[in-house]
C-alpha cells in the first residue's frame, strides 16, 4: 500500500540557493548517514519533526508555486531515501501534479548515499526525478561546486529537463549564496554554507554579545 505520509523537518518557500530559480525546498527529517561536518544536525532524528500528510504537502506546494511562482522543488534533509516509500508517494504526487498543471519544475534531491548504491536499491525513485546530488558530505575533502558540500558530490543529471538545468553547473562555484529566514521564533539557514562560515557566524555574535544556542552544526 501507498504510503499517505511522510516525517518532514521543514518545509521552505521560497529557496534560492538550492538549484535553479525560484523554488520550494521539502526537508525530510530523519538521517541515518550522519557525516561528520553535518550542519543539519535537527535533521538526523527518525523521532523529529513532525508527520504530514502527502495531500496536505501537496497543497501547500500548489498555493505557494500559485502565490509566488515556482521553477523546482529541492528534495533535502535529513536523507529522503531514508524514506522510500514516502519519497515514492510524494513523487508520485509532484509528477501528477506537473503533469495536470502543465507547470515547467524540476525535481531535484540531496542524498548521501553513493550513486551507485542508490540505482541498485532505489532505481524507480531515481526515475522519478531530473537531477540528483548523490554522495556523503566530507569534510576532508576540498569545498563542492556549486549547490554541493564537498568536491566527492557530483551533480548528476537524469532527465532532458535536468540536463538543461544541471549540465554544466561544476564551474559555477562562484555563485554559492545562503538564505536567511525568520519563522516560529527560530533562524533558518538555506543553502551550503563555506568552510568554517558557521564558526565565523558565531564569533561575529560573540563579538556583539549574542550567543548562538540550539544550532544545527554542532551539540
Ligand atoms: S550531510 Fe546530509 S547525508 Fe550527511 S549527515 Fe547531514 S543530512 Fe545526513
Known sequence: ????????????????????G???????????IRCKGCVSMD???????GEVDIAV????????????GMDGITLSGGEPFDQPR???????????????SGRVFDLLCYSGYPLGTLAARHA?????LDAIIPEPYADRLAEGGLWRGSANQPLVPLTALGQQRYAGQAEAAAEKR?????EGGKI?????????????????????GLHLDQVSWRR
Open 22 to 32: 525560484r523554488r520550494i525546498g521539502l526537508w525530510l527529517q530523519g538521517c541515518s
Open 43 to 49: 535533521t538526523w532524528d527518525t523521532a523529529g519533526g
Open 57 to 68: 504537502l501537496l497543497a501547500w506546494c500548489e498555493e505557494k508555486a500559485r502565490e509566488g
Open 1 to 20: 500500500m501507498k504510503a499517505t505520509a511522510l516525517r518532514l523537518n521543514k518545509a521552505h518557500y521560497p529557496v534560492t540557493t538550492l538549484g535553479h
Open 86 to 100: 514516502a519519497l515514492d508517494a510524494l513523487l508520485d504526487a509532484l509528477l501528477h501534479w506537473r503533469e495536470c
Open 124 to 128: 524507480a525513485l531515481l526515475a522519478k
Open 188 to 208: 533558518w539557514m538555506i543553502g551550503i554554507p563555506r568552510r568554517e562560515d558557521m564558526a565565523r557566524l558565531e564569533a561575529l555574535c560573540a563579538a556583539r
Open 178 to 182: 545562503m538564505q536567511v529566514a525568520v
